[in-house]
DNA sequence: TACTTTCCCAACTAAAATAGTCAAGATTTC
DNA sequence: GAAATCTTGACTATTTTAGTTGGGAAAGTA
């Protein structure tokens, strides 16, 4: 299974886009800027994103990104399906020769446990996202910049130390 | 997160405990052939296993391993939490100084979705496996080794190939 | 037209994690 | 004392992650 930064940062992207709906096309060096990513690596999985059409681009100056369609249309599962290959959690990927072209003992634990993180991913849209208090307040902070002084010299410090 | 071969690998193993208790300790020789793991890479594990109690170790000829509690207590979490440091989704382990020393965007979708698969597999005990029907086949199929003969050149292909 | 902004793309790379191997030793049984 | 088994730590190859680099293509603006 792979739930890693780049699924991590991707939602995080799309949220952004979602919260900044209607301000027109967005660019990722915004995105990069309000959401701490690296520009370059932005670029990478919105390469992703657009094949999925889970979002558009305009380019040009005042070009960017904006959503492929509606925020409640957008659902966490496919957004970092489109950047993770899959997040499935057998060794054989559903097929069933886990061990010598069989099946092995914990094949269905897997499998199941697969579906039931899907399903869960999958029934949580960028619109429920927007919805949550605590992602409004974060959305607002960032959009005022009203960053504790005492804190901008930890910026780049990396997280968890 | 992290659910790779190294939680699949250790609860297989545990499994197979499991499912020859009352046999005496089992040896990892024994494991390793029935599961297809390598066994210095089974002794990596069990020597965690072990210091969280989950398994009992018997040295010298006839020792091996059994279960350190009964088949019914020992969850499926608690196996993979021993061999894998930790099974969360967020960036920050649950801390909020993901962005800038502050809460990201999407810290609680990924705290909330840790939570979801924690309770997932610390609701599934070792002998909730043994007791469903895919596993006892399978363990039925290890035991008698009647493996088809065409599959047997195929042994040692990657999975999924 | 020239210039700038933006998306687009492919190749490269450093660091970390994974999935092991290898070598030596400690216990226990026979 | 020899063999079987666990126990431990160090080493290693491969893969993945999280980027960087460098070029381009399209579109708007002067």
Redesign the interface.
Known sequence: ?K???KG?YA??AM??LALHYGEGPITLADIAQR??ISLSYLEQLFSRLRRQSLVASVRGPGGGYSLGKEAREIF?GEVISAVDENMD?T???G?H??????????????SD?SN??YT??NN?SLQD?MD?K??RE??D??EHGD?DAS?LD??G?P??V
């Open positions: 299974m739930l890693t930064t991590r939602v995080t949220l952004d959401q701490g966490i959690t060794k054989c990927h097929a020769n886990c061990q010598n072209n069989e099946r092995c003992l914990t094949h269905d634990l897997w446990l039931q993180i869960y991913l949580i996202l949550r605590a992602v974060v959305a902070r960032q960053v804190l930890q910026v410090t997280a968890g």
